[in-house]
T-cell receptor
Framework: DARVTQTPRHKVTEMGQEVTMRCQPI?????VFWYRQTMMQGLELLAY????????DSGMPKDRFSAEMPDATLATLKIQPSEPRDSAVYFC??????????????FGPGTRLTVL | GQQVMQIPQYQHVQEGEDFTTYCNSS?????IQWYKQRPGGHPVFLIQ?????EVKKQKRLTFQFGEAKKNSSLHITATQTTDVGTYFC???????????FGTGTRLTIIP
């Protein structure tokens, strides 16, 4: 049963520390997305990759956030330095893209980040 | 950018009652997807609608896409406790895999 995996599942850190979140997309999927979910803002798209190339990171605070795909099996989201307002659940999702007639997204279990 | 609004934000129903959530856009949508997120869980894809006026059913769930492709609805008949969660609509355009998620409707069931 193919699924998206994310590590860590929970992270508590202090303000100013670097945070790295990792995602393994479903094998064969060519699109990867990073989302942030908070009660106030809902589900926000931070960054989006197709075939490992970044296509859109307009939703991401550029000064402190960065997203990369070093290879097809790994996507990373890094926050440096972290701030309390970054506390949220971060979801990674992957999808088959428009190669299929559906472009549904498969979400990982999320990383719950708390910045003190 | 594209905005998708959902109403209501919250809905409390007695078990066995029906439930409906509505999704509205100011622009014409190419397609719309629906996701369900259980409390503490992650969004899970339910269905995609593409055609104007399309209606799809999954057991007790009925999904509709408006004729003008600017709105959509999800109706659950005779709710059960397993229906608890937040239901999101999400819109995208052909050739663009990005999804714009609606604000979500949180459904709670009173046993």
């Amino acid at each position: 049963d193919a699924r998206v995996t994310q590590t860590p599942r929970h992270k508590v850190t202090e303000m100013g520390q670097e945070v790295t979140m990792r995602c393994q997309p479903i094998l064969g999927h060519n699109t990867v997305f990073w989302y942030r979910q908070t009660m106030m803002q809902g589900l926000e798209l931070l960054a989006y990759f197709r075939n490992r190339a970044p296509l859109d990171d307009s939703g991401m605070p550029k000064d402190r956030f960065s997203a990369e795909m070093p290879d097809a099996t790994l996507a990373t989201l890094k926050i440096q330095p972290s701030e309390p307002r970054d506390s949220a659940v971060y979801f990674c999702a992957s999808g088959p893209g428009w190669v299929s007639s559906y472009n549904e997204q498969f979400f990982g279990p999320g990383t719950r980040l708390t910045v003190l | 950018g594209q905005q998708v609004m959902q109403i209501p934000q919250y809905q409390h129903v007695q078990e066995g009652e029906d439930f409906t959530t509505y999704c509205n856009s100011s622009t014409t949508l190419s397609n719309i997807q629906w996701y369900k997120q259980r409390p503490g869980g992650h969004p899970v894809f339910l269905i995609q609608l593409v055609k104007s006026g399309e209606v799809k059913k999954q057991k007790r769930l009925t999904f509709q896409f408006g004729e003008a492709k600017k709105n959509s609805s999800l109706h659950i008949t005779a709710t059960q406790t397993t229906d608890v969660g937040t239901y999101f609509c999400a819109a995208s355009n052909f050739g663009n895999e990005k999804l714009t998620f609606g604000t979500g409707t949180r459904l709670t069931i009173i046993p």
